[in-house]
T-cell receptor, first 115, second 114 residues
Framework: AQKVTQAQTEISVVEKEDVTLDCVYE???????LFWYKQPPSGELVFLIR??????QNEISGRYSWNFQKSTSSFNFTITASQVVDSAVYFC????????????FGEGTQLTVNP | ETGVTQSPTHLIKTRGQQVTLRCSSQ?????VSWYQQALGQGPQFIFQ???????GRGNFPPRFSGLQFPNYSSELNVNALELDDSALYLC?????????????FGPGTRLTVL
C-alpha cells in the first residue's frame, strides 16, 4: 500500500534562513509520481512540482529546489532564503501507476517564517 | 483561463441531513477528484470521475456518492451526515487520458455538521 510520511509537523525559521522539508514514501510500484503542494491559510492547495519515478534529477525553480533519492525513498523540498510569504502547510503526495491518479498525501508540515 | 471553483464556500448541517457540494473544473480538464481534509490532516481521496464515469474510489462508505456532468463539472453528495463528516472538501481537476498529470485544486467547501 502506498504511504507518505512527513515527520516534521511544524518548522519555524527566521526570514532568509534556508529550510528543508522532508518527505519519505512507500510504494510497491516501479512507476509512480511524486508531488508537492502548498496550502496557505486560505485553504486552496497550490501545485508546486511533479516528478516521475524514472527522473531522479534534482530540480530548481527560483528559491525552491527538490532532491529526489530513490535509494532512500525520499523527495525533500528546500526553500532557500525563506520569506514570510512562504509560511504555509506543505504537503508531499504520491500516486501509483496501478492506483490511477489518486493522490496519497502526507500529514503536512506547517512552516512558519518569522520576520 | 478559469480555475477550479467550488460552491458553497461554507455550509452548516445537522446530523442525519444530506448535502450536495459542487465543483466546476478548470477549462480543458476532463477529470475531477474529490478529497476530504479533516482539521490538521492531509487530504484523503474520496473518488475520481473521468469522462462522467467513476474512476477509482477511496475508503469511504456508500453514503458518499458523486456525479460528473457532460461539461465535466461535478457534484459530491453525502447522505446521513455524521459529526465526523465535518471537514474541508476539496475538488481537483486534471487532464486525464494521460494519467498522473498535476491536479489543480479549488478553494474547498468547509462543511460543519452539528
Amino acid at each position: 500500500a502506498q504511504k507518505v510520511t512527513q515527520a516534521q509537523t511544524e518548522i519555524s525559521v527566521v526570514e532568509k534562513e534556508d529550510v528543508t522539508l522532508d518527505c519519505v514514501y512507500e510504494t510497491r510500484d516501479t512507476t509512480y509520481y511524486l508531488f508537492w503542494y502548498k496550502q496557505p491559510p486560505s485553504g486552496e492547495l497550490v501545485f508546486l512540482i511533479r516528478r516521475n519515478s524514472f527522473d531522479e534529477q534534482n530540480e530548481i525553480s527560483g528559491r525552491y529546489s527538490w532532491n529526489f533519492q530513490k535509494s532512500t525513498s525520499s523527495f525533500n523540498f528546500t526553500i532557500t532564503a525563506s520569506q514570510v510569504v512562504d509560511s504555509a502547510v506543505y504537503f508531499c503526495a504520491l500516486s501509483e501507476e496501478t492506483s490511477g491518479s489518486r493522490l496519497t498525501f502526507g500529514e503536512g508540515t506547517q512552516l512558519t517564517v518569522n520576520p | 483561463e478559469t480555475g477550479v471553483t467550488q460552491s458553497p464556500t461554507h455550509l452548516i448541517k445537522t446530523r442525519g441531513q444530506q448535502v450536495t457540494l459542487r465543483c466546476s473544473s478548470q477549462s480543458g480538464h476532463n477529470t475531477v477528484s474529490w478529497y476530504q481534509q479533516a482539521l490538521g490532516q492531509g487530504p484523503q481521496f474520496i473518488f475520481q470521475y473521468y469522462r462522467e464515469e467513476e474512476n477509482g474510489r477511496g475508503n469511504f462508505p456508500p453514503r458518499f456518492s458523486g456525479l460528473q456532468f457532460p461539461n465535466y463539472s461535478s457534484e459530491l453528495n453525502v447522505n446521513a451526515l455524521e459529526l465526523d463528516d465535518s471537514a474541508l472538501y476539496l475538488c481537483a481537476s486534471s487532464l486525464g487520458g494521460v494519467f498522473h498529470n498535476e491536479q489543480f485544486f479549488g478553494p474547498g467547501t468547509r462543511l460543519t455538521v452539528l
